[in-house]
């Protein structure tokens, strides 16, 4: 398996481990693989009934292609889904399908332990940075930044690892009161949080500060365009499959919320590996800039306004790269000129590089937006038809879904990528109570111990030194 850049005409190649621990490509591009490894038809039959980890197993060993041995892959990926962090799963199913009616459901993707979809990818990851970083005998210093959920699923994902210190920034103000518990619980030993007295972009400015600078050049990133992450987000779309289809072989259509457009890439590289997926159908909040690239081709910049599903309020979807690169027909330099043209008119349009939406289509996307209003009577649609709570940002997704079933039996599958406790403000609000929280979640906003987070100034200095005195 050759990863290649999407901005590099020559594709040069790297390593599977070569790029799990990095970025952006040195040339600005996103990490691809050279082609897109084939899931066949055999194979699926003999995963149809297997338990999580074997499916994790099988479509990473593609994915990875022999870049890492296999009992190494095996243990990791045992470590990753475990039962402490998973719950005992039913089966060994840990991305369950619910039924919501007749050939429509709801995969729970938020069983791991920070109860978002995050921990899917951030817990194998861990495992395949720290199995990398102990391989080549050295240490990686992390800084993030972060809004929610992405900072305490990497913080459960990397608490204890030895080869890894992380430091996450995160706004003082605007988090909730449970995402900040979440995280504060997770203080100490390699783990650092870092309250910064700002907003959730000011953090963003001092980690890019920061990595720009000699010395702080090589810390290292865990954000959304890593492609361990991406790949590892891959075999719940087989799973997802395999329990909804009847047959292998029969057509089975997914929903995704989306933000940076991470985990729908996720399920294009299933239907790409040769999983017969029909529809792959983006859902959008009121910031609808993925909405409006797949239905007209025109990808503009639109600045984030604050929704009930507050992880998918983005102004750019930056793993749309990955995706613009296969409809450029993968050709580096048009790719190069288009992404270029995105950075600096913040608005371009693929008819001006002899593609259209229509291209979108061909490879089985189309997409819709909801409202808050949308969602609030998703939830309680949901819970009238099977007494299931989802989360605002599942219900993006399903109320997608309702609109866009066919009226034909294939089934349609809707990522649920939280779980309600997360956001239960806007469950008192669709529901008009607050189903009772299970017994890990009880009065989490309590146990934040005192002196979990490291106040600072948006300032780039006082970030120096505590960075220098704890890395
Ligand atoms: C991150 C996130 C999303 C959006 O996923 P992308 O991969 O960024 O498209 C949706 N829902 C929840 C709960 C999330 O945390």
């Known amino acids: 398996m050759k990863m290649i850049s999407t901005r590099d005409a020559a594709k040069v190649g790297w390593s599977y481990k070569d790029v799990l621990l990095a970025g952006l490509a040195p040339d600005g591009g996103l990490y691809v693989p050279s082609e897109y490894p084939q899931l066949s038809r055999a194979e699926l039959e003999t995963l149809k009934s297997a338990p999580y980890l074997d499916i994790a197993y099988a479509v990473k060993k593609k994915l990875i292609g022999g870049d890492i041995p296999d009992e190494e892959l095996r243990r990791m990926v045992e470590q990753a889904y475990s039962e402490s962090s998973f719950g005992a799963a039913e089966g060994g199913n840990i991305v369950p399908l619910v039924k919501v009616e007749e050939d429509f459901y709801v995969q729970q993707l938020s069983l791991g332990p920070t109860a978002a979809f995050k921990d899917m990818a951030m817990q194998q990851l861990g495992q395949e940075m720290d199995y990398e970083l102990k391989r080549r005998g050295e240490h990686l210093t992390i800084l993030g930044a972060t809004s929610g959920d992405t900072g305490s699923a990497a913080e459960a ?3 204890g690892l030895g080869t890894v210190t992380l430091f996450m920034l995160s706004p003082e103000a605007g988090m909730s009161a449970f995402q900040k518990a979440q995280m504060g619980m997770l203080s100490g030993g390699n783990i650092f949080n870092i309250s910064v007295r700002g907003r959730f972009d000011d953090c963003q400015d001092l980690v890019k500060e920061l990595k720009g600078e000699e010395e702080f050049s090589k810390l290292g ?13 891959v075999p719940y779309f087989v799973s997802g499959y395999l329990q909804a289809a009847a047959r292998v072989g029969d057509p089975v259509d997914f929903v995704v919320p989306s933000g940076n457009f991470g985990d729908m890439l996720s399920g294009y590289i299933a239907k790409q590996m040769g999983v017969p997926i029909r529809r792959l159908i983006v859902a959008t909040n009121e910031n609808t800039v993925l909405d409006k690239l797949f239905r007209t081709g025109v990808y503009e910049l639109a600045s984030a306004q604050v929704t009930s599903s507050p992880s998918m309020d983005i102004s750019k979807a930056s793993n749309y790269e990955r995706l613009a690169f296969d409809v450029l027909r993968r050709d580096a330099a048009a790719l190069t000129k288009y992404m270029k043209e995105f950075e600096s008119k913040k608005c371009v349009d693929l008819k001006d590089y002899g593609a ?6 061909a490879l089985g996307f189309s997409s819709d937006s909801s409202t808050h209003a949308n969602r609030l009577q998703a939830i309680r649609d949901v819970y009238k038809k099977c007494k299931y709570v989802i989360d605002p940002h599942t219900a993006d997704a399903v109320s997608v879904g309702f609109r866009e079933k066919k009226q034909d039996s294939v089934p349609m599958v809707c990522m649920g990528t939280a779980l309600p406790v997360k956001f239960e403000d806007t469950i008192q609000e669709a529901l008009g109570f607050i189903p009772e929280r299970s017994a890990r979640f009880k009065d989490l906003e309590k146990a934040l111990p005192e002196n979990a987070f490291h106040v600072i100034d948006i300032d780039a200095e006082q970030l120096r030194q505590y960075i220098r005195a704890n890395a």
């Open 157 to 159: 994902a990397f608490k």
């Open 356 to 361: 259209s939406a229509d291209d979108f289509a």
């Open 221 to 233: 990133a865990v954000n959304s365009i890593n492609w361990g992450r991406i790949s590892s987000q």
